[in-house]
């Protein structure tokens, strides 16, 4: 009567386990044969180099992303709009317009406790924000803004991941901190602004 013996080695692979079944059968002449199996999906896996199974990249920056600094919404009367805010929704901190010229942009922070509105108007007419309000004629939200805690690997990450940059490397925005901004075509259309915490 022909016997079957199964032995399972688990030897360890960079990209998992992977199991094989050795199978020996005694035919009719006596004679005997090894059989070997292994799944074939492990195999792929073993083969795959790192981070394609599921294993982290080398070398892979290490940050973190942080809370909401702010919504940015370009608006065409700076007055206005600080009025609607202050007045209208009452809130508690609206600050003063204080120009930026190296970004083209006047600037008010509407302070909500948890997070803050900030209100852009152009600076010039080279500004990015006068190009937004010409195909925006009542203004709208420009970007999201959220904190970063180390701005140089997170602006490395996500280029490796091919997400591109407006700027090659970080500048000083209106908090006094480096920032970048992120091209909204991959970001699912919107504009998003990464700050150093």
Same mark, same amino acid.
């Given at each position: 009567?022909? $016997?079957? *013996? !199964? +032995?399972?080695?688990?030897?360890? &692979? ?7 079944? *050795?199978? *020996? ?18 195999? &792929? ?27 940015? $919404?370009? +608006?065409? /009367? ?21 120009? =930026? ?8 922070? +509407? ?7 900030? %209100? =852009? ?7 990015? $924000?006068?190009?937004?309000?010409? &195909? ?11 904190? +970063? /805690?180390? $701005?140089?690997?997170? %602006?490395? /990450? ?6 591109? *940059? ?14 970048? !901004? =992120?091209?909204?075509? /991959?970001?699912?259309?919107? %504009?998003?602004? =990464?700050?150093?915490?």
């Amino acid at each position: 009567r022909p $016997i079957k *013996s !199964f +032995v399972a080695n688990a030897p360890h &692979r960079a990209a998992g386990v992977v199991r094989r079944f *050795s199978i *020996s059968r005694t035919n009719s002449t006596g004679s005997t044969k090894s059989i070997e199996a292994a799944p074939a999906a492990a195999a &792929r896996r073993s083969s795959a180099p790192a981070g394609q199974a599921g294993l982290p990249p080398q070398n892979h920056p290490v940050w973190e992303l942080g809370v909401l600094n702010h919504v940015a $919404i370009a +608006v065409p /009367d700076m007055a206005k709009s600080a009025a609607f805010y202050k007045n209208v929704l009452r809130a508690k901190e609206v600050s003063e317009q204080v120009a =930026l010229p190296e970004h083209g942009v006047y600037t008010v922070f +509407v302070h909500l406790g948890n997070t803050k509105i900030e %209100l =852009l108007h152009p600076y010039g007419d080279k500004s990015p $924000i006068a190009k937004f309000l010409e &195909r925006n004629k009542d203004g709208g939200i420009h970007h999201v803004c959220i904190e +970063v /805690d180390d $701005i140089e690997a997170a %602006l490395l /990450d996500v280029t490796t991941k091919g997400i591109r *940059s407006l700027d090659k490397k970080p500048k000083i925005g209106a908090h006094g901190k480096p920032v970048v !901004f =992120l091209h909204p075509k /991959d970001c699912g259309g919107v %504009l998003v602004e =990464l700050e150093q915490k």
